[in-house]
């Protein structure tokens, strides 16, 4: 029997490894809230000023993850997690620029689509054949995501919604790149995308001067919540399984729409909801018939 089927027949460290993903859920859902408490600062500036507070922290939790094993486990994830940062890095910043231009709901509810992406770039670039269950549910995600773009293009959120579009393209890429360095740790690949991200959004901004509330928002944004979040996240992802993660992952779209709803009163349009509400539904059916193992693909799983 696998550590992982022993641990998952251990209903505590179940029960534990779902609340741990519920919390991981909650502490994402705060960035829409967070973002519209700014006061002045850009995209390029939050983003640069995040990825500052958000890569020491991740050394410290690796550091102390391997201690005197570090330099070894770090040369052996070195080519996956160069390959995996880079678009680590493109997703955050996209996702910051998204919620500069369109509401939370829209970006949240696109971001929705990112494990359907990951079965399509999986079905392209790892030959993992996706099953009907997988393909009427790409067909579904690509009606919402048309859905949530035309509304942009008719509301005026449109440049808003091809930048979550994008985050939500490269978190995918991402999560396939995970896939293929799944026998190592990858946390790294998270603090080489801060990296990347601190360099570029350092070079767009026009300027790094921001106000100390904005500078503190960034800082407890990157070393409290997102490494927070990381740190529950990737223990749920150890006694519980994926099916299971990405199902109780989707209570981050729920949420944070409803956080801005309450704090600012940011309300998405109708066909917002509608094209989010197709992409939810699609993702919850889609991950439903994959733990029951009703996908119907010879390789996928």
Do not use: K
Request: hydrophobic share 55%; charged share 10%.
């Amino acid at each position: 029997m696998s550590r992982l089927a022993a641990q998952l027949r251990r209903p505590g460290a179940y029960a534990l490894g779902l609340l741990c993903a519920g919390i991981a859920a909650m502490i994402y859902s705060l960035a829409g809230f967070i973002i519209r408490e700014f006061d002045e600062a850009s995209g390029s500036q939050i983003v640069f000023y995040r990825s500052l507070a958000l890569v020491p922290t991740l050394c410290v939790i690796y550091l102390l993850r391997h201690r005197g094993q570090w330099r070894a486990r770090l040369a052996e994830a070195a080519p996956q997690v160069l390959r995996a940062g880079p678009f680590q890095a493109m997703s955050s910043t996209c996702f910051v620029y998204s919620l500069a231009f369109t509401t939370v709901a829209s970006t949240l509810f696109i971001q929705g689509a990112v494990p359907i992406i990951a079965a399509a770039l999986a079905w392209m670039f790892l030959r993992e054949r996706p099953g009907g269950a997988t393909l009427a549910a790409m067909a579904a995600v690509l009606a919402g995501v048309a859905l949530m773009v035309g509304d942009g293009l008719f509301g005026g959120n449109l440049v808003g919604n091809l930048f979550a579009l994008g985050a939500a393209i490269a978190f995918s890429c991402y999560i396939v790149l995970l896939r293929r360095g799944r026998n190592v740790d990858m946390l790294p690949s998270v603090a080489v995308g801060g990296c990347v991200a601190a360099v570029a959004n350092g070079l767009l901004a026009p300027s790094l001067a921001v106000s100390l509330h904005d500078i503190l928002l960034c800082f407890a944004w990157g070393s409290l919540l997102h490494a927070g979040g990381t740190i529950f996240y990737t223990y749920a992802s150890r006694h519980i399984p994926a099916s299971d993660l990405s199902l109780v992952g989707m209570l981050e779209i729920v949420l944070a729409p409803f956080w801005t709803w309450i704090a600012v009163s940011e309300v998405p349009s109708l066909l917002s909801i509608l094209g989010g509400g197709v992409i939810l539904i699609a993702v919850a059916l889609w991950t439903m018939a994959r733990a029951r193992g009703h996908d119907g693909a010879g390789g996928e799983r």
